[in-house]
Nanobody
Framework: QVHLVESGGGSVQSGKSLRLSCAAS?????MGWFRQAPGKEREGVAT???????TYADSVKGRFTISQDNVKNTLYLQMNSLKPDDTGMYYC?????????????????????WGQGTQVTVSS
């Protein structure tokens, strides 16, 4: 069992930046960020595998950067040029390299472990 604790959320104005952190109790080769806006389904934001390869949702490409510190078992999400559409609860998730038939960077990958979430609110 891996425990994930997110931090760094908050309320900011459009165009500003936030940096989310996720502290993991142990190492997992696949980690990512997901978000859920009110009334919408949860969506993948960014994922990183053990090689440092990454994938991003089209809506955040060029604005968000996922990174990890394997020594500290910490995952980060640098969010720049924030928009009101970025508002939502952001969840850290982690799991093994493969989830069934789906590799870590696949949009169908289903993580085993989830954090409690941190709220991000972007006002116009």
């Amino acid at each position: 069992q891996v425990h994930l604790v997110e931090s760094g959320g908050g309320s900011v104005q459009s165009g500003k930046s936030l940096r989310l952190s996720c502290a993991a109790s142990g190492y997992t080769p696949c980690m990512g960020w997901f978000r859920q806006a009110p009334g919408k389904e949860r969506e993948g934001v960014a994922t990183i595998d053990s090689d440092g390869d990454t994938t991003y949702a089209d809506s955040v490409k060029g604005r968000f950067t996922i990174s990890q510190d394997n020594v500290k078992n910490t995952l980060y999400l640098q969010m720049n040029s924030l928009k009101p559409d970025d508002t939502g609860m952001y969840y850290c998730a982690a799991g093994p390299v493969w989830s069934g038939d789906y590799y870590c960077l696949s949009p169908r990958y289903n993580p085993d472990y989830w954090g409690q979430g941190t709220q991000v609110t972007v006002s116009s």
